[in-house]
């Protein structure tokens, strides 16, 4: 199986300046030769004694129809290379891709330009949720002068909880948080969330689970049972449209409760509990884990669905 390595994002992002870059590091500068496949023609080049001194072999694919796993295994067959970059077009719809059966996707990487990140994402989200979603990596740029970055990092999490995300201006690494920018009292007792309340809680403890273990939280939820789930756990949470009405997921955390087999999955219910840091096999690691103290049976909110795009709900 041959390692590939996608970095997508819109035309001018900053993805041939990331390829340059990561093919003349040492560490990248393995034996065998690299093949280099560029989906589309912006402002920056790779210059010809770059790709001579790391052994990388450049093609050109400029039309999505000509994408296709033959045309790939021709290259293959071509250079029979070592390992595989691919400069995917942002334009094209990520989740049309196919890769042939030997090429494993090692890494996908998505590069934002921070400064016209609100233009996509207002008028082309499905498009760029599909560059997001699967994402292990994405690269803000160009965030000099934008003070609001910790709502860019809110939307991307709202796709993809699990990419790392990270930020850069010209001087480089920027940290953001979003300390100050929950809605909610970190201090209250118990911590109460209304509709958006939930789903900024939801990821914020997916990355900072220090700062709620031992808290209690106060929430309206829906219930989910997961047949994997032992005895005496289930899931209060939310639906949240990550990106369009047909793009939902289901945010929760794992909850024990001692009377779960009295409630009926879909059921809405009110939930006090303490927050738990310890080891979920279904999280392949640490994570939040609710302590019920009262689990009761209510009505559904106002706003069942959770929108990351409006924090009134």
Same mark, same amino acid.
């Given at each position: 199986?041959?390692?590939?390595?996608?970095?997508?994002?819109?035309?001018?992002?900053?993805?041939?300046?990331?390829?340059?870059?990561?093919?003349?590091?040492?560490?990248?500068? $393995?034996?065998?030769?690299?093949?280099?496949?560029? %989906?589309? /023609?912006?402002?920056?080049?790779?210059?010809?004694?770059?790709?001579?001194? $790391?052994?990388?072999?450049?093609?050109?694919?400029?039309?999505? /129809?000509?994408?296709?796993? *033959? &045309?790939?295994?021709?290259?293959? &067959?071509?250079?029979?290379?070592?390992?595989?970059?691919? +400069?995917?077009?942002? =334009?094209?719809?990520?989740?049309?891709?196919?890769?042939?059966?030997? !090429?494993?996707?090692?890494?996908?990487?998505?590069?934002?330009?921070?400064?016209?990140?609100?233009?996509?994402?207002? @008028?082309?989200?499905?498009?760029?949720?599909?560059?997001?979603?699967?994402?292990?990596?994405?690269?803000? @740029?160009? %965030? *000099?002068?934008?003070?609001?970055?910790?709502?860019?990092?809110?939307?991307?999490?709202?796709?993809?909880?699990?990419?790392?995300?990270?930020?850069?201006?010209?001087?480089?690494?920027? *940290?953001?948080?979003?300390? /100050?920018?929950?809605?909610?009292?970190?201090?209250?007792?118990?911590?109460?969330?209304?509709?958006?309340?939930?789903? =900024?809680?939801?990821?914020?403890?997916?990355?900072?689970?220090?700062?709620?273990?031992?808290?209690?939280?106060?929430?309206?939820?829906?219930?989910?049972?997961?047949?994997?789930?032992?005895?005496?756990?289930?899931?209060?949470?939310? =639906?949240?449209?990550? %990106? %369009?009405?047909?793009?939902?997921?289901?945010?929760?955390?794992?909850?024990?409760?001692?009377?779960?087999?009295?409630?009926? +999955?879909?059921? !809405?219910?009110?939930?006090?509990?303490?927050?738990?840091?310890?080891?979920?096999?279904?999280?392949?690691?640490?994570?939040?884990?609710?302590?019920?103290?009262?689990?009761?049976?209510?009505?559904?909110? +106002?706003?069942?669905?959770?929108?990351?795009?409006?924090?009134?709900?």
């Amino acid at each position: 199986m041959k390692p590939v390595y996608i970095i997508n994002g819109f035309l001018d992002s900053g993805k041939t300046d990331f390829f340059r870059y990561t093919i003349n590091q040492p560490y990248f500068r $393995t034996r065998g030769k690299t093949l280099l496949i560029v %989906c589309e /023609e912006g402002e920056n080049e790779y210059e010809e004694a770059l790709l001579k001194s $790391t052994n990388t072999v450049i093609e050109m694919i400029e039309d999505e /129809e000509d994408f296709t796993p *033959d &045309a790939l295994i021709a290259l293959d &067959a071509k250079y029979n290379p070592e390992r595989i970059l691919i +400069e995917y077009n942002g =334009m094209w719809n990520f989740k049309n891709m196919r890769l042939p059966i030997m !090429w494993k996707l090692e890494q996908q990487i998505t590069v934002i330009d921070a400064s016209s990140f609100e233009l996509y994402f207002s @008028n082309m989200k499905s498009l760029l949720a599909e560059q997001l979603r699967n994402s292990d990596l994405i690269l803000f @740029n160009r %965030c *000099d002068g934008i003070e609001d970055l910790a709502s860019y990092k809110r939307n991307v999490k709202a796709i993809n909880q699990k990419a790392d995300i990270i930020f850069e201006d010209r001087n480089g690494e920027v *940290d953001v948080t979003l300390d /100050e920018d929950l809605p909610f009292d970190l201090n209250s007792d118990p911590i109460e969330l209304n509709n958006y309340g939930y789903g =900024m809680f939801y990821l914020d403890g997916l990355e900072h689970v220090d700062r709620y273990d031992g808290k209690n939280v106060k929430f309206k939820g829906m219930v989910l049972i997961p047949p994997e789930f032992p005895k005496g756990r289930f899931v209060p949470g939310r =639906m949240a449209m990550t %990106c %369009c009405a047909e793009d939902m997921q289901f945010l929760g955390f794992a909850c024990d409760y001692d009377k779960t087999d009295e409630l009926q +999955e879909k059921d !809405w219910v009110l939930v006090t509990a303490k927050v738990v840091k310890e080891f979920v096999p279904e999280y392949n690691g640490e994570g939040p884990v609710l302590k019920a103290i009262s689990v009761e049976k209510t009505t559904a909110p +106002e706003y069942p669905v959770i929108d990351f795009s409006n924090p009134q709900q």
